[in-house]
């Protein structure tokens, strides 16, 4: 029945079997590639691969400041209130939101003086190589960079003195405060009955 200690002693005759079959029989595995195994070695640095997409880039440019203008602050303000109804807690966040827009100013223009500085570099570069139409476009987007920068600083402007989209965005999160106690107050007192 079962044979496993006497593999081959039957006899002294008959094939060799390995489990019940024939070992000469069996056919050789096929070769396996070397690339089902092994990764393709590293691209050189800077280099990067399908597999390896490129670190994203960030641009601090005028989106940066506009998504920024247009976040919901009266939700936020109504949130704020039903966490913390203290005014205190609205002056301290008024003054939160003024300070991240001024620093958000400040990134962008930041990189608008980097932009144009290395606009100016590449301008000069290439007209000393006569190279007129690169010129010419870089020109075009150093203009560009400048309107953008006009706008920067005009929104600043209007920051330190209160004015524009710093006191629309202040607003509206005071109203959203406001629409907060208010909820507050409607729940709890005049919704009772007495």
Known sequence: MFNFFKRGALNGAGPETLNGHDRTAVQP???IEERVFIEPAASPAGHFTAQQPP?????????????????NHEAKGY?????????????QQLEAIRNELIRTIQKVKTFYEDFIGETDYHISSRTRGGMVDT????????KIALGHIGKVLAIE????NNEGDCKGMLITY?????????????????????
């Open 29 to 31: 595995l096929p070769e």
């Open 55 to 71: 670190p994203p880039r960030i641009d601090h440019n005028i989106a940066l400041l506009y998504a920024f203008l247009d976040l």
């Open 79 to 91: 949130d704020d209130a039903l966490l913390n109804p203290d005014s205190s807690h609205l002056d």
């Open 135 to 142: 010129v010419e476009e870089l020109e075009m987007k150093k």
């Open 157 to 160: 402007r209007d920051t330190m």
């Open 174 to 194: 005071t109203r959203g405060f406001k629409n907060g106690l208010a909820a507050i107050s409607h729940h709890q007192i005049l919704t009772r009955r007495f």
